[in-house]
């Protein structure tokens, strides 16, 4: 087995959420092509459905974009009924990405020069 670190997601990519009623769309996209692999092994839709389990989606699909090294998550029934009928400080669920993000992945050793951004500071 390959040594690895745990990083948060946000060193291998960056995201946006975009919302149309009650569904969120989450985009993934790697900030390196030599990431694009770690990031379809282990961003699955079992992955990101236990992420958002205390949302209760209904549904969650992946749809992966390799060409841009990208991919897109829509999430369903996760805006406690959407823009108009929500009544949290979020309705359009936009930081939505951002707990995505904070996911923990493993990353083979080799590829940490490939990692964007600063590490996290030690407790």
Same mark, same amino acid.
């Given at each position: 087995m390959k040594d690895t670190a745990q990083v948060p997601l946000y060193r291998l990519a960056h995201g946006r959420t975009g919302d149309k009623g009650d569904r969120s769309n989450i985009s993934v996209i790697? /900030?390196?092509?030599?990431? /694009?692999?770690?990031?379809? %092994?282990?961003l699955t839709e079992a992955a990101v459905a %236990?992420?958002?389990?205390h949302r209760r989606p209904s549904s969650v699909k992946r749809y992966l974009l390799p060409e841009l090294q990208?991919?897109?998550?829509?999430l369903d029934h996760v805006l406690d009924g959407g823009v108009n009928h929500a009544l949290n400080l979020d309705t359009h669920g936009k930081a939505l990405a951002f707990w995505l993000l904070d996911l923990p992945v493993n990353v083979p050793v080799e590829l940490l020069p490939h990692l964007a951004g600063p590490a996290p500071s030690a407790p």
């Amino acid at each position: 087995m390959k040594d690895t670190a745990q990083v948060p997601l946000y060193r291998l990519a960056h995201g946006r959420t975009g919302d149309k009623g009650d569904r969120s769309n989450i985009s993934v996209i790697a /900030w390196s092509p030599a990431l /694009w692999p770690v990031l379809v %092994e282990q961003l699955t839709e079992a992955a990101v459905a %236990e992420r958002f389990a205390h949302r209760r989606p209904s549904s969650v699909k992946r749809y992966l974009l390799p060409e841009l090294q990208a991919m897109n998550f829509v999430l369903d029934h996760v805006l406690d009924g959407g823009v108009n009928h929500a009544l949290n400080l979020d309705t359009h669920g936009k930081a939505l990405a951002f707990w995505l993000l904070d996911l923990p992945v493993n990353v083979p050793v080799e590829l940490l020069p490939h990692l964007a951004g600063p590490a996290p500071s030690a407790p």
